[in-house]
């Protein structure tokens, strides 16, 4: 059983920065696939970055990549997303996700495959 625990979103204007993180109750190095996802109101989950298992190879969207950094610390058992020239279209609540399986980073999650999922912060982006 894992818990992850999203923190750091809020409000910020056009250009800003955010940094999120998620901590996970146990150590999720090694033995799952994490990610992040966001979902904004009327719209499907999308995943937007996966990190492979026990390494920081990553994986970033094409609508968030050279903006957004997916990495972890593995001694605090913690991932973070760092948002760079945040946009109004990247409002939305973001999810941190643990999948059971070992991953090498090559694709975004889906959904699907989440095994836990964090209770989401929220990110507004003012323009």
């Known amino acids: 059983q894992v818990q992850l625990v999203e923190s750091g979103g809020g409000s910020v204007q056009t250009g800003g920065s955010l940094r999120l993180s998620c901590i996970a109750s146990?150590?999720?190095?090694?033995?799952?696939?994490m990610g992040w996802f966001r979902q904004a109101p009327g719209k499907e989950r999308e995943g937007l970055a996966t990190i492979a298992t026990g390494s920081s190879s990553s994986y970033h969207a094409d609508s968030v990549k050279g903006r957004f950094t997916i990495s972890r610390d593995s001694a605090k058992n913690t991932l973070y997303l760092q948002m760079n020239s945040l946009k109004p279209e990247d409002s939305a609540m973001y999810y941190c996700a643990a999948a059971s399986f070992y991953c090498f980073a090559i694709r975004t999650l889906v959904p699907s495959e989440i095994s836990y999922w964090g209770q989401g912060t929220q990110v507004n982006v003012s323009s």
């Open positions: 146990g150590s999720t190095n090694g033995r799952y696939c």
